[in-house]
T-cell receptor
Framework: QKEVEQDPGPLSVPEGAIVSLNCTYS??????FMWYRQYSRKGPELLMY????GNKEDGRFTAQVDKSSKYISLFIRDSQPSDSATYLC??????????FGAGTRLTVKP | GAVVSQHPSRVICKSGTSVKIECRSL??????MFWYRQFPKQSLMLMAT?????????EQGVEKDKFLINHASLTLSTLTVTSAHPEDSSFYIC???????????????????FGPGTRLTVL
């Protein structure tokens, strides 16, 4: 079993839709949870950072962490074509050696 | 703030040659930098952790003699792929951890910021 599982998609939605991206993990000791956005042939860009359980909101993005279920989510409201990218979840014990999901390819169609 | 650069962005080399990739934190100090590789449509795989002034820590299965890492200053780490072969062709990405007290608190201290990546093609 992989440490971090993420559906690679691809996921295609119309502009304005609410997007839900998810990851599950096996190591209950993970404490730091991140979501990165990666455009083609570019390095990942940090979107959201959460420590332990709970929700965090930043503009159109909301990150949720449910440690009891070992499940994290990223919601994108009012999705835009510019949101089209690969979204990577990542998590770590001490914010050091991060483990990444496979990434979900998202396309937002105008 | 929190910008990480990589150089070169793309390199093509012949099999058997060595290639050096630089990773720089431009506006913060990074005692720790990380090197990843990413194959097409796959996730990032951590290769090694680079600590300023000390030896790098390599992940299992990564040859330290083939992937030489030097972290000579708080803003620069280099990865040298020695005697490169076609199977080393990949996208190499570094990240730097902002551990300074006056880091980007909008996100968090100790957050990793990624460089734009270097695409290596070995012919």
């Amino acid at each position: 079993q992989k440490e971090v599982e993420q559906d690679p998609g691809p996921l295609s939605v119309p502009e304005g839709a609410i997007v839900s991206l998810n990851c599950t993990y096996s190591n209950s000791a993970f404490q730091y949870f991140m979501w990165y956005r990666q455009y083609s042939r570019k390095g990942p860009e940090l979107l959201m950072y959460t420590y332990s359980s709970g929700n965090k909101e930043d503009g159109r993005f909301t990150a949720q962490v449910d440690k009891s279920s070992k499940y994290i989510s990223l919601f994108i409201r009012d999705s835009q074509p510019s949101d089209s990218a690969t979204y990577l979840c990542a998590m770590s014990l001490y914010n050091n050696d991060m483990r990444f999901g496979a990434g979900t390819r998202l396309t937002v169609k105008p | 703030g929190a910008v990480v650069s990589q150089h070169p962005s793309r390199v093509i080399c012949k099999s058997g040659t060595s290639v050096k990739i630089e990773c720089r934190s431009l506006d913060f100090q990074a005692t720790t930098m990380f090197w990843y590789r990413q194959f097409p449509k796959q996730s990032l795989m951590l290769m090694a952790t680079s600590n300023e002034g000390s030896k790098a820590t390599y992940e299992q299965g990564v040859e330290k003699d083939k992937f030489l890492i030097n972290h000579a200053s708080l803003t620069l780490s280099t990865l040298t792929v020695t005697s490169a072969h076609p199977e080393d062709s990949s996208f190499y990405i570094c990240s730097a951890r902002d551990s300074s007290p006056a880091g980007d608190h909008h996100l968090s201290t100790d957050t990793q910021y990624f460089g734009p990546g270097t695409r290596l093609t070995v012919l």
